[in-house]
């Protein structure tokens, strides 16, 4: 059973073809390095952005409107506000080539540093999400040239990177990207989830394990990781770990896609099996 199994198991998790990054599968907002300008820029607009980015996660197709009225009546930094709520309003509705542009855009019309290389971060988020790993790394390199102090930004680049890697067929220079991403942000669940995913898939099950345990500790109620953690268990011959990890999600998200994936897997081990 477990042979048959194996195959289908070996590609849980992110799929290559789009990278390791969860951006695709969440809003703009989730992470704050790929949504907010560096504090001086918002001090310069703090209303007017703060309002249209949260307009942005609600309703997105009303702060797209706002931004592009923003844009035509404004020059500078103010146009730089206005296209990155444009970014972050059309990356909401899934229109990520528009949302690469308006960063871009942004970037192009900004003075701050920080605020530059945050839209360049964001630019390859979207690149990445719209299927285009080369052009993402081009723009998250040049990120990450600019050392930005900050360390969720540093982070979220170094996240980005390793997707657009994994898509090029670079795992060994992903990893590299998983390790920077561990050490600015530590307490950051995802970058240990998206390393041992990594980890997993190379074939390095001892570290895997070591890192979905990290994963865990730090949000254990996260299906993903109760998911890969199962994956990653029943890889090294521990179905009963397997089940545990997999029944979990099923307890805690049990609407999630997750939950749908873990209940196949069950069926295929058997509730009997050891």
């Known amino acids: 059973m477990l042979t048959l199994l194996l195959p289908v198991l070996m590609q849980v998790g992110p ?25 001086d820029a918002q001090e310069r607009t703090p209303s007017a952005l703060e309002t249209c980015l949260d307009t942005a996660r609600t309703a997105p197709e009303k702060a797209h409107a706002i931004s592009v009225e923003w844009i035509k009546r404004t020059t500078g930094e103010q146009r730089a506000a206005g296209e990155h709520c444009l970014g972050v ?54 990120a ?5 102090l900050d360390p969720s930004v540093r982070g979220a680049i170094a996240l980005d990177r390793a997707s657009a890697l994994v898509a090029l067929d670079r795992p060994n220079e992903a990893a590299s990207a998983l390790a920077e991403a561990r050490a600015a942000m530590p307490g950051d669940p995802q970058a240990w989830l998206l390393s041992a995913t990594l980890a997993r898939r190379t074939g390095d099950l001892v570290t895997a394990q070591a890192q979905i345990e990290k994963a865990v500790s730090l949000d254990p109620q996260d299906p993903a990781i109760g998911l890969e953690a199962g994956v990653i268990a029943i890889l ?39």
């Open 89 to 142: 309003a059309a990356g909401n509705m899934g229109e990520w080539d528009a949302a690469r542009a308006a960063f871009i855009a942004a970037r192009a019309d900004a003075e701050d540093a920080a605020f530059r290389t945050r839209m360049s971060a964001l630019a390859g988020s979207a690149a990445l999400a719209s299927g285009d790993a080369t052009g993402a790394l081009a723009l998250l390199d040049t």
């Open 144 to 148: 990450k040239s600019e050392d930005p």
């Open 236 to 274: 090294a011959g521990h179905s009963e770990a397997a089940r545990k990890s997999w029944q979990s999600v099923m307890k805690t998200a049990p609407d999630s896609e997750q939950a749908q994936t873990a209940k196949d897997y069950l069926a295929q081990i058997g509730e009997g099996a050891q």
């Open 15 to 39: 799929n290559p073809s789009v990278g390791l990054s969860p951006i695709e599968q969440l809003d703009m907002n989730n992470r704050p390095p790929r949504t907010r300008a560096n504090g």
